[in-house]
């Protein structure tokens, strides 16, 4: 069965799960929030990666099916947690194409209403590429979703085409460095360049700024006196079943 056919399937038969990676403070060590990372065990092929199929997803246009399923499912997470007491934030991944579909906006106003979810627990990570194409339109667009309430984050930020104009212009409240920065932290010069830029200017325009893909307390040392203050990664803890995820963020219960 082609790959493709197999992951129309999945969405079908419900295989594909949450899981969720914590976002933690400086200092306390808090979680402060929970990207959701789609994952999917098929029956034969076993564990296959969102790397490999969200791409062939964005090619074929199913990435706007899977992305519908995403959001609710995260909305959902989030306001069971909330009904449990715990108050977590979670970031969605948005490709390009979801966030071009017609009515994008009313269907993430519907299913935060639905799920009776604060929109201040929603953060959409959209990628600089989602600013290509019609700029106005997706101007427009964030726009609405701001005024929703909803938090808006640049995912990958540095490897794609964003120009400061836009950053200025844009209701974006998040950078999130791409972990391909953070990889040569302290000792690659680049990286250190790029990273120190990316927070500086992250605060010149009032934005928090996250960093991924951190996986030592070397590099997290450097971030850190670089003044970002906000860190995901294996040195914290992979992305997790959201009842591991809520063990670690609670231990008791
Ligand atoms: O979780 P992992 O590191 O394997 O993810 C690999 C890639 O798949 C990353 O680029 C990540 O952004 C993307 N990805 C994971 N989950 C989702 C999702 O729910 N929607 C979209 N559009 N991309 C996702
Ligand atoms: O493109 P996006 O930033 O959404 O992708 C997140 C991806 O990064 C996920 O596939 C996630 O599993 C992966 N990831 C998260 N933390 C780390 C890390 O510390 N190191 C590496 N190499 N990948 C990570
Ligand atoms: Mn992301
Ligand atoms: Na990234």
């Not at 990372?37 to 029956?43: A, G, H, T, Y």
Request: net charge negative; hydrophobic share 45%.
């Amino acid at each position: 069965m082609r790959l493709d056919h197999a992951m129309r399937q999945a969405l079908a038969e419900g295989r594909f799960r949450l899981h969720y990676q914590p976002q933690v403070e400086l200092g306390s060590d808090r979680v402060i929030g929970a990207e959701a990372l789609i994952r999917w065990r098929d029956p034969q092929r076993g564990d296959i990666s969102p790397a490999e199929f969200i791409p062939l997803a964005e090619e074929s246009g199913f990435v706007v099916a899977i992305g519908d399923w995403v959001l609710r499912e995260a909305i959902a997470q989030a306001a069971y947690w909330l009904g449990r007491g715990l108050r977590m934030p979670i970031a969605v991944n948005v490709s390009a194409l979801q966030f071009q579909q017609a009515g994008f906006v009313e269907q993430v106003a519907e299913a935060l209403h639905e799920a009776a979810l604060p929109a201040s627990l929603l953060e959409l990570e959209l990628t600089e590429g989602v600013l290509l194409g019609d700029a106005d339109e997706g101007l427009k667009r964030m726009r609405a979703l701001a005024g929703l309430g909803v938090t808006l984050s640049i995912d990958d930020f540095g490897t794609g085409y964003s120009s400061l104009a836009y950053l200025k212009r844009f209701p974006i409240q998040r950078l999130k460095i791409d972990r391909s920065f953070v990889q040569g932290l302290p000792s690659d010069a680049s990286d250190v360049g790029i990273a120190n830029a990316i927070v500086q200017m992250g605060r010149a325009l009032g934005l928090q700024v996250i960093a991924e893909g951190v996986e030592s307390e070397a590099q997290r040392d450097f971030l850190a006196q670089a003044g970002c203050h906000e860190f995901q990664g294996y040195l914290y803890a992979p992305a997790l079943p959201p009842e591991e995820f809520e063990r670690r963020v609670r231990p008791r219960r």
